[in-house]
C-alpha cells in the first residue's frame, strides 16, 4: 500500500515516524553518555590537568604507552598500559567480576525458583527479598563496614562464639581478605536484583509444560535442565549481560568499604584516583577509556560466543 500524497510506502512513513518518536531520547543520550565518552577520550589524548581542564595540549597516546629517554642515556616505557598499579587493579576488577556475577546467578536463580513456587506469603517474601537491593550502596557498604569491624564488628563476634576463627579479622583492611569483604557486601546486595530479572523470565514459562511433565512422572531436576533452564536462557543471559556491566565499572561499594586497600581496588577506583586525588586528568582520563574498552570488548563476547539476541530470543 502506498501513499500516493508524498510518495512513501506505509512502511517508510512508520519508520519516519518512528525516527521522530525516538529523535528525544537519542539527543538526550548523547548529552548524558556519548558526549561525556567523547569529551574523557579527547582529554585521554591530552596533558589535560585539574587545575586546568581547557589549557591541556594534544600529547597522541602517550598516557597510554609512551618511550622516553632518560638523562642517563637508558630507554624507559611509560603509561598505562605499563603501570603494575594499573593491570592489578584489572585484574581486581575481572576477578571480583567474574566471581560475584557467578555467585549471584546461581543463588539469584535458585531464590527465584523458589518464588516462582506457590506458597502462602509469596507477595510478602518477594517484597521482603528486595529490600538488600533497594538500599542505596553507600548506605549497605557503611553498614557493612561497622559488622565487619574488626573491634566492634558483628561478624567477628558471630565467627568467634561459633569457633571458626580463634582471632578477630580485620576484614576490609587486610590484604587477604579486602576482596572477601567486598564480594560478600556485592552478593548480598545484588542477588536480589538477578534474582528478579529470572523471575521474569520464569513467569513466561508456560504452566500446561510443567503439568505435562507432571502427569508423565519426569523427574524435577530432568524437568529443570531439559524445560526450565533453555526456556528462561535469554533472560538469564540479559541478566548476566546486566550484573557484568555493574560489576566491571564497580566504584562506590569498592571506594567506601575498602578505599586504600591496592588488594581490592578496580580500574573505577584507581581511575578516579588518578583524575582528582593525584591531579593526573588526562592520565585517569587514558583509564577510563580503557575502562570502556575492556566492558565493550567482555560484553561483545559474551554476546557473540553465547548468541544472544537482546530483543528476547535466543539465536539458534
Sequence with gaps: MTDKSDGLSLSQQRQRAAFWFLAPMLA???FVAAWPLIRTIWFSLTDTTLSDLY????IGFDNYLSLRILESGRWIWRGTLVDPAWWNAVWNTVRFAFVSVFFETILGLIVALVLNAEFKGRGFVRAAILIPWAIPTIVSAKMWAWMLNDQFGIINDILLGLGLIDQKIAWTASVDTAMTAVLIVDIWKTTPFM?????AGLQMVPRDIYEAARLDGVNPVKVFFKVTLPLIRPALAVAIIFRMLDALRIFDLVYVLTPNSAA???MSVISRENMIDFDKFAYGAAQSTLLFAIIAV???LYIWLGKVDLSGESQK
Design 298 to 300: 567482555f560484553v561483545s
Design 55 to 58: 589549557g591541556g595540549e594534544w
Design 28 to 30: 538526550a543520550l548523547f
Design 264 to 266: 581490592a581496588k578496580t
Design 195 to 199: 534474582a528478579l530479572l529470572i523471575l
